[in-house]
């Protein structure tokens, strides 16, 4: 079972550059979250989607941007890379109705240097 | 500010003895709480979960409890086992959120054999 598959799982970015950090499910789950989590932290919410087509902003999207073209994609984009843009992003997954109980990919840990 | 606070960064315990951690919330729109637990390298887990209208939810050796007059939750582990070692992350939802978590800072679990 792949469930939540992120890629990569490590990348170091030079400040400035751009990248797009992969996530697909396989369960054909409507709900899709970005988070990140710095060191010492909970995870805060980046973007979600609740089905193909359709994002919205989370707490701190500043940076980034998403898309939502198919049911299992949720790539999340970063622009003009900054320091503390370094974290690690995790992707999630839910279906409809599951009241917050979401699958987790095993996170990407990201610096930018 | 914190919505969601896990103010013990770590707790210790020994094998076979209780492990209770502990979760404090300020905002009265949330509805729904859950427990999330987390090893090193791996995205995180659900573990349990509790809607605002019950006050005790249990599975196995895992029991979660509510005080809603309080604005907090536990969550107690009978009995502990070295396998449980792992960070906790306690997370909320508001009603009509679309299920957007806001999660704790964690606390990190050690089972002693």
């Known amino acids: 079972n792949a469930g939540v598959t992120q890629t990569p799982k490590f990348r170091i970015l030079k400040i400035g550059q751009s990248m797009t950090l992969q996530c697909t499910q396989d369960?054909?789950?409507?709900?899709m979250y970005w988070y990140r989590q710095d060191p010492g932290m909970g995870l805060k919410l980046i973007y979600y989607s609740v089905g193909a087509g359709i994002t919205d902003k989370g707490e701190v999207p500043n940076g980034y941007n998403v898309s939502r073209s198919t049911t299992e994609d949720f790539p999340l984009r970063l622009e003009l890379a900054a320091p503390s843009q370094t974290s690690v992003y995790f992707c999630a997954s839910s279906p409809q109705g599951a009241g917050g109980k979401l699958f987790f990919g095993s996170g990407t840990q990201l610096s930018v240097l | 500010d914190q919505q969601v606070k896990q103010n013990s960064p770590s707790l210790s315990v020994q094998e076979g003895r209780i492990s209770i951690l502990n979760c404090d919330y300020t905002?009265?729109?949330?509805?729904?709480f859950l427990w999330y637990k987390k090893y090193p390298a791996e995205g995180p887990t659900f573990l349990i979960s509790?809607?605002?209208?019950?006050d005790k939810n249990e599975d196995g050796r895992f029991t979660v409890f509510l005080n809603k007059s309080a604005k907090h939750l536990s969550l107690h582990i009978v009995p502990s086992q070295p396998g449980d070692s792992a960070v906790y992350f306690c997370a909320a939802s508001a009603l009509g959120s679309n299920y957007k978590l806001t999660f704790g800072k964690g606390t990190l679990l050690t089972v002693n054999p």
């Open positions: 369960m054909n789950h409507n709900y």
């Open positions: 509790i809607s605002s209208i019950k």
């Open positions: 905002n009265s729109m949330f509805d729904y």
